[in-house]
């Protein structure tokens, strides 16, 4: 049975795709910092669950340890934070939490699982941001380590292709999961950002979670694909 890592498996797209994934017969794992969350998650889609801390170099040693035997299929790069602040607010703590969450944890993460993912010529799919191609204010640190994921996507498709390990990203637009209450907006800012987003958005409405996971696994399922960002975003990206 095909095994696959999801981080970040206990919410959101992570969730959707951990949900996808069993239904289509792999071993899922999933991931993410919360004891409760991760239990209830696994509970529910029937998973195995991992309390990691992708920030903590200790718990991604755990958490790689747990292929080393058997290999790793598919990696899910997904789990990240993200809080919109002007730059003038950001602190030194804020700096390393993004930096560490969002860029260095899925690049241990794949720097451990590479013999691993070899083992089964496995495949790498990072979750980024379309943040990274249209610019938004008071998004400068996330959308900085969104765009670090697409650059280190290409440079390690590159460079892992003869071990027959793909990489590859997908970079959602909007998506309606429980991340826009976690940016530090009030609740009246949200209501107008949603409403002014469905405005501009070809499709008229936000991503479902389950509308990611339906690209993620494609692209983990497209053999001949490596190196590859393919943009989800509802059409956003033609206007
Ligand atoms: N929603 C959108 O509109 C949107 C748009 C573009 C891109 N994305 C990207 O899509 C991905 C999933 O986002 P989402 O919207 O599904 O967000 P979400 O519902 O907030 O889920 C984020 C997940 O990441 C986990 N996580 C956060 N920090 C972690 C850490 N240090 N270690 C391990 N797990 C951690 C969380 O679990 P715990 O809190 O339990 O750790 C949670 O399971 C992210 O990479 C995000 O940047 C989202």
Not at 21 to 49: H, M, P
Not at 204 to 225: F, H, K, N, P
Request: glycine share 12%; charged share 15%.
């Amino acid at each position: 049975m095909k095994r696959v890592l999801v981080t970040g498996g206990n919410s959101g797209i992570g969730y959707a795709t951990a949900g996808l994934f069993k239904q289509r017969g792999y071993d899922v794992t999933i991931c993410g910092r919360s004891s409760q969350r991760v239990a209830e998650a696994a509970g529910n889609l029937g998973v195995e669950g991992i309390v990691a801390d992708i920030s903590n170099p200790d718990h991604i040693e755990i958490l790689a340890a747990c292929f080393s035997g058997g290999g790793l299929d598919v990696l899910v790069n997904n789990a990240a934070i993200a809080r919109f602040m002007p730059i003038t607010a950001h602190t030194l703590a804020d700096y390393n939490e993004f930096l560490n969450v969002n860029i260095r944890g899925p690049l241990l993460l794949i720097q451990k699982l590479v013999p691993a993912l070899a083992k089964k010529r496995g495949v790498i799919v990072n979750v980024s941001s379309v943040i990274t191609n249209n610019g938004l204010p008071n998004a400068s640190l996330y959308a900085a380590t969104k765009g670090a994921v697409d650059g280190f996507t290409r440079s390690l498709s590159l460079e892992l292709a003869p071990q027959g390990i793909r990489v590859n990203c997908v970079s959602p637009g909007a998506v309606d999961t429980p991340l826009i209450g976690k940016l530090g907006l009030k609740p009246e800012q949200i209501n107008e950002i949603k409403a002014h987003q469905e405005t501009v958005i070809p499709l008229g409405r936000y991503a479902i979670s389950e509308e990611i996971a339906q690209v993620i696994l494609s692209q983990a399922e497209s053999t001949y694909v490596t190196g590859s960002i393919w943009t989800v975003d509802g059409g956003v990206g033609a206007t």
